[in-house]
C-alpha cells in the first residue's frame, strides 16, 4: 500500500511507524508538514491510499481528510482528546494509559476510531514512555488499523461515549512546584510530566530556569527547594520530606533572545550554582537505595553489566570519560561476558551538541568530546579476554551505533531504531567507523548506511548485519532479558574457544592496518570541519540544539528538505536527527 507519513517533526514515533510499515512491505513517503499548504502539497504530490500522522501539531485541511482517509495517532485512550494526553496522565499518577489511531475530521481527536491499545505507564519520564511503551502501544494499534482498512470490509467505530473528553493544553501555572507544600512523589510526577519538553518553570539561584528530568533521592535532605548537593553534573534539592536530583537546566529564553540550550544542571549554573558537596554514586549501589546515578555496575553469573542513561542520549566529554573508567573497571572483574547498555530508553545518540554549543570554543569542545568517544570505543575494540555485549534498550544514532558495533554482539530491542549516519550533522564520521562497519556489513553497505541519512528498525538492522539479536521484550523488562542471555553466553564451553579467536582476529587486524591509522584519518576530516568556521556543521548543529529551522547550509551536507510537491512514485525523506 503506498503510505503517507505527515508529521510535524521526524522524531522517534515517526521514524518508527516508517521503518516497521517498510519493512511489512508498504511503500512510505514521510513529508514534515507545519500547515494545511505543505499538507495539500504533501498529499497532492504522493497521492497515497492511506495518510497517516504519527505526530502532528497542525490540522489536516478538510479538502484532505475528506479525499483521504487520514488516521491520526492520539497519545491517549478512546475517548480522551487535547494535546498534553500523555502529560496529564504522568502528572496525575495513572498507572495505565493507551494510544488511539482515529480518523481525522473538522474537530480535533473526535474523529472515529480505527485501532487503540494500551500499556502501563511505569515511573519515568515522557519522553522515555513515549519512545517506549508509548511507542510500542502506538504501533501496535497503527498496524492494526492498517490491516482493517486495507481489508476493505472493515470501518472505524465512533469513540465512546464515557471518555475523558477534550483537556486543554497543559500550562506552567499546572506544572509549578511548591517546594514547601509538594512532596517529593509529586514534585517527581511534575518533573516527568514535563520531560523532556517543556520543562518545568522555576526560580532557582537568581533566574528563571527549565528543570528537566527528575530522580527520587533517599538519603539527603535539607531546606525545601535548595541545592544541597551535586553529582554527575546534576543537582539535588530538598524537598519537604527528602529530595530529588534534577539532571538538566534550560535558561528561559529572554524578549528577543535566542533560545535557551538544555544544559548538564551544574554547567548550566555556572557560577550561580552554590558551594555545595559534589557526592559521586559508588558504580555498584547496594540494594533498595534510591538515588541518581547514569552509570552503574551489577554483577551476576559471569556476566558485568555497566549500564548506562544519558539525557538524550548524549555522551559529552566528560561523561565518556566516566563511561570509560566504569568500563575499565569492569574489564578488571572475574567475568567472562561484559554487557555495555542495557538500559531502557537511548543506548546513545554520540557526542553531546548541546554542551559543545555552549561552550566558549564548540571547535576545541567537539574535538575534544570526539577523542573522548574515540578513547571509549578503542576500549571496546581491543578487549580480547572477555566477550562484549552492546545491549540497545532503544535508540541509537551517528556515534553511537559506532559505539554499538565495537562489541563483539549488538543485541537490540525489537522496537529501537539506529540511524547509522552522521550527514546529518555535516560530519563524515569517527569512532573507528571505518574499521568496525564494513567488517559487519561489508564495504559497499557500510557506504551507503552513512551516505543514505534513513534510519533502520532492529529487524532491519539485523537483516543489514548491525545487529546480531533482536529481543522482543518490553522496555521495563529488556535489562533482565539480557542479564539472563548474557550468563548463557557466560557458560557457554564454545566461549573459551570464541576468545581465542577473536585474540588472534585483534592481533592480524592491526598487523594489515592499525587502529592508530583509521582513528587517525577519521579525524583529520573531522578537524577540518570542527575548525572551519564556514563547515555546514556549526550552522546545523546551531539550529539542531536550539530547535531553529535547519539552515542553506544544510545543502552542502546533502540534505534535502520539505519539498514542495512530491513526484508520484518517489520516496519522501524528509531528514531530522532522532528527537522526541
Not at 282 to 291: F, H, K, N
Not at 438 to 459: C, D, F, H, I, S
Amino acid at each position: 500500500m503506498r503510505v503517507l507519513l505527515i508529521a510535524s517533526a521526524f522524531n522517534s514515533l515517526t521514524q518508527r511507524v516508517q521503518v516497521e510499515l517498510r519493512d511489512r512491505g508498504h511503500a512510505v513517503a514521510v513529508a514534515l508538514v507545519h500547515d494545511a499548504a505543505t499538507v495539500r502539497a504533501a498529499a497532492g504530490g504522493y497521492d497515497p491510499e492511506l495518510i497517516i500522522a504519527p505526530m502532528l501539531t497542525t490540522a489536516v485541511p478538510e479538502d484532505v481528510w475528506s479525499r483521504y482517509t487520514c488516521l491520526i495517532v492520539h497519545p491517549g485512550p478512546p475517548g480522551d482528546r487535547g494535546p498534553s494526553s500523555l502529560d496529564r496522565a504522568i502528572q496525575e499518577g495513572q498507572t495505565t494509559w493507551g494510544v488511539t489511531v482515529l480518523q481525522a475530521v473538522a474537530e480535533m481527536d473526535a474523529g472515529d476510531v480505527w485501532a487503540s491499545a494500551s500499556f502501563d505507564l511505569p515511573p519515568a519520564g515522557k519522553s522515555d514512555v513515549y519512545r517506549g511503551e508509548l511507542a510500542d502501544a502506538a504501533v501496535a494499534a497503527v498496524l492494526r488499523a492498517v490491516e482493517r482498512f486495507a481489508s476493505g470490509d472493515q470501518r472505524a467505530a465512533p469513540q465512546p461515549a464515557d471518555g475523558r473528553g477534550a483537556r486543554p493544553y497543559l500550562p506552567q501555572s499546572e506544572r509549578r512546584i511548591d517546594w514547601y507544600a509538594d512532596t517529593t512523589a509529586q514534585i517527581l510526577r511534575t518533573l516527568r510530566a514535563a520531560d523532556s519538553r517543556p520543562g518545568v518553570l522555576d526560580e532557582l539561584a537568581g533566574g528563571e530556569w527549565f528543570l528537566h528530568g527528575g530522580h527520587p533521592e533517599d538519603r539527603l535532605c535539607g531546606e525545601p527547594g535548595r541545592i544541597i548537593a551535586t553529582r554527575a553534573q546534576a543537582i539535588c534539592r530538598a524537598t519537604v520530606d527528602g529530595a530529588v536530583w534534577i539532571p538538566q537546566l534550560r535558561a528561559r529564553r529572554t524578549p528577543g533572545g535566542p533560545a535557551g540550550v538544555k544544559l548538564p544542571a551544574a554547567l548550566a549554573l555556572g557560577a550561580a550554582l552554590p558551594r555545595v558537596p559534589d557526592l559521586p554514586a559508588p558504580l555498584r549501589l547496594p540494594p533498595g537505595r534510591s538515588t541518581f546515578s547514569d552509570i552503574r555496575y551489577r554483577e551476576r553469573d559471569g556476566v558485568g553489566l555497566v549500564g548506562f542513561s544519558f539525557p538524550g542520549g548524549a555522551m559529552s566529554a566528560g561523561t565518556c570519560r566516566r563511561l570509560l573508567a566504569a568500563y575499565r573497571y569492569a574489564c578488571t572483574r572475574p567475568t567472562a561476558v561484559v554487557v555495555l547498555g542495557g538500559s531502557r530508553d537511548f543506548f546513545s545518540n554520540g557526542i553531546d551538541l548541546n554542551v559543545i554549543e555552549a561552550a566558549a570554543d564548540p571547535a576545541a569542545e567537539s574535538w575534544a568530546n570526539i577523542h573522548a568517544m574515540n578513547d571509549l570505543v578503542e576500549a571496546v575494540l581491543t578487549t580480547t579476554d572477555r566477550l562484549v555485549v552492546s545491549a540497545l534498550g532503544g535508540n541509537a544514532a551517528a556515534g553511537g551505533v559506532m559505539l554499538a558495533i565495537a562489541a563483539d554482539e549488538v543485541w537490540c530491542r525489537s522496537g529501537a531504531v539506529l540511524n547509522p549516519h552522521y550527514r546529518l550533522m555535516g560530519l563524515p564520521g569517527s569512532e573507528y567507523w571505518t574499521y568496525s562497519l564494513p567488517r559487519r556489513v561489508g564495504p559497499e553497505a557500510a557506504e551507503t548506511l552513512t551516505r543514505v541519512p534513513e534510519p533502520l528498525g532492529a529487524a532491519s538492522a539485523q537483516r543489514a548485519g548491525l545487529v546480531d539479536r533482536v529481543l522482543p521484550s518490553t522496555p521495563r523488562g529488556f535489562t533482565e532479558h539480557v542479564m539472563a542471555l548474557a550468563a548463557g553466553l557466560a557458560g557457554d564451553p564454545t566461549t573459551h574457544q570464541r576468545l581465542a579467536d577473536k585474540k588472534a582476529a585483534r592481533a592480524r587486524d592491526e598487523a594489515a592496518r592499525p587502529l592508530a591509522a583509521y582513528r587517525a584519518e577519521e579525524l583529520a576530516l573531522m578537524q577540518r570541519v570542527f575548525f572551519d568556521p564556514a563547515a555546514a556543521y556549526h550552522a546545523l548543529r546551531r539550529a539542531f540544539v536550539r530547535k531553529e529551522p535547519r539552515p542553506a547550509a544544510e545543502a552542502e551536507a546533502g540534505v534535502r528538505v520539505e519539498p514542495e510537491a512530491v513526484p508520484p512514485g518517489q520516496r519522501v525523506r524528509q531528514a531530522a536527527l532522532p528527537s522526541t
